[in-house]
């Protein structure tokens, strides 16, 4: 069961910390071979490649790779009403909470007739990635397209895995929310291949080359993000899922252990992290963990996540410490169980997304919070964020000078392009004048 990290009698710095740190074995790198030859194979034989790969990897080869749209309609049609509805109360929260997260254009007047104009154009066309694997995610089809709509992403292309159990399409349920969307632009195709044909586009099905890809995956899903960046944006190189609770002695351990089993679920190598000052907590939720890790259906998958190197209670000094624990991590979810959690909140720097309180879990950030739950995994939320419609706009700025504007800082922009060296740059700004 999850071992025990005793920090109470040391004050680490950020170094140490950084090394005694529970991390899972998650090395891109290492799938990056595998994924360039995958994506080169899809880039020359276009089609033909992804379905010999679905055969492959996905067991099943499908009749094509894109769904008719008559697909999605029917998906939409035979969705569960209960699972709709759900659907639908998500997307409205969702769309709530992303269009607050657009960035307002500004006009900067830096002097009469000089104007800097901050605008945020989003791009044109995105590449969605939706997972197969262990799970159904019709979940993550809201969190990408939702905020793509919102920043009015024109163009979208939708692709997840094909399943063998729906003959090589692509789940239905994940169909029905797509269609929910309005987006009928939908490929029955999975991992790196798939993400390289996102990128680069294959002809003969009319998927044209995307400029942003978004979405969780394997490893070999991040590894093909990480490859094609010189073509295509992307959100973060997603790996397993990750929670970190910061909790005191007033936690219901019942319901932190719940929560710690309920991200445990996704994968064998999930990361469920308890930081506490409360040795007797500690006791209370290991002995709840007992209870509830070999209750769940996925009992065997949660024990394995649990007992596995990327899992812990770590026992810290004070909240102050367990703070200090937490933003060395940067966990992708973070929950804050304790008597004050707005006062912990204060010191809290690097999550992907943080939940404050008792009736705040990561659970409902999956699927109702409003919030998304495509976050940076691996200590990425040390220097990214989650996704949102801010990531499918680029900031541009735009330089209005009248001619006195221009005439204003002359001799500046020639002083500085002399000690530059670049004397044509100063000499395209006196050309303006040289009737004068």
């Known amino acids: ?17 950084a090394r005694l740190i529970p991390r899972g074995l998650m090395d891109v790198a290492a799938a990056t071979d595998a994924a360039a030859a995958l994506i080169a194979d ?30 999605i309609s029917a998906a939409v049609r035979s969705l569960d009403p209960a699972v709709r509805a759900a659907l639908e109360a998500s997307i409205e929260r969702l ?21 800097v104009i901050q605008r945020w154009q989003p791009v044109d066309r995105a590449g969605l990635y939706v997972p197969g694997g262990k799970a159904v995610y019709p979940s993550s089809v809201l969190m990408n397209v939702v905020p793509a709509h919102v920043a009015g992403v024109g163009s979208i292309a939708l692709a997840s895995p094909a399943q063998r159990a729906f003959n090589g399409s692509v789940h239905p349920t994940i169909l029905g929310a797509a ?21 680069y586009g294959v002809a003969e099905i009319d998927l044209d080359p995307v400029q942003m890809i978004t979405g969780p995956g394997n490893i070999f ?8 960046t010189s073509v295509a944006g992307i959100d973060s190189e997603a790996g397993p899922t990750e929670i970190l609770i910061i909790a005191d002695e007033t936690a219901d351990a019942h319901l932190v252990a719940a929560d710690l089993v309920s991200q445990a679920e996704h994968d064998e190598l999930a990361s469920a992290i308890l930081v506490t000052d409360s040795a007797d907590l500690a006791t209370r939720v290991r ?11 996925h009992a065997a998958r949660v024990a394995e996540a649990l007992d596995g190197q990327q899992s812990a209670i770590v026992l810290v000094a004070d909240l102050i410490a367990a703070a200090a624990f937490s933003n060395a991590y940067g966990p992708e979810h973070l929950e804050v169980q304790t008597a004050e959690p707005g006062l912990v909140l204060d010191l809290l720097t690097n999550a992907g997304a943080i939940f404050l309180g008792a009736n705040a ?3 409902l950030g999956d699927y109702l919070a409003g919030s998304n739950h495509v976050l940076p995994t691996g200590g990425q939320a040390l220097f990214s964020s989650g996704l949102g419609s801010y990531s499918f706009v680029r900031p541009q700025q735009v330089i209005s000078y009248d001619r006195d504007a221009l005439r204003e800082v002359e001799q500046a922009v020639l002083a500085l392009s002399d000690a530059e060296d670049l004397p044509a740059h100063g000499a395209a700004v006196s050309a303006r004048f040289r009737a004068e």
Do not use: W
């Not at 899903?221 to 094609?228: E, G, I, N, Q, W």
């Open 1 to 17: 069961m999850i071992k025990t990290i005793d920090l109470r009698d040391t004050q680490p710095t950020r170094i140490e910390l």
């Open 42 to 71: 899809v880039r020359e034989r276009g089609e033909a490649a992804l379905l010999d790969q679905a055969e492959r990897f996905d067991g099943f080869r499908p009749d094509r790779v894109r769904i008719h749209a008559d697909e």
């Open 95 to 115: 769309t709530k909470a992303s269009q607050a997260q657009l960035p307002s254009p500004t006009v900067t007047e830096l002097a009469p007739g000089a104007r």
């Open 179 to 199: 269609g929910l969307l309005g987006v009928d632009e939908v490929y029955a195709m999975g991992g790196a291949g798939a993400i390289g044909a996102l990128a």
């Open 221 to 228: 899903v991040a590894a093909a993000k990480r490859l094609v």
């Open 287 to 297: 002995a709840e963990l007992a209870v509830l890790a070999a209750a769940t259906p």
């Open 361 to 363: 879990p990561v659970s």
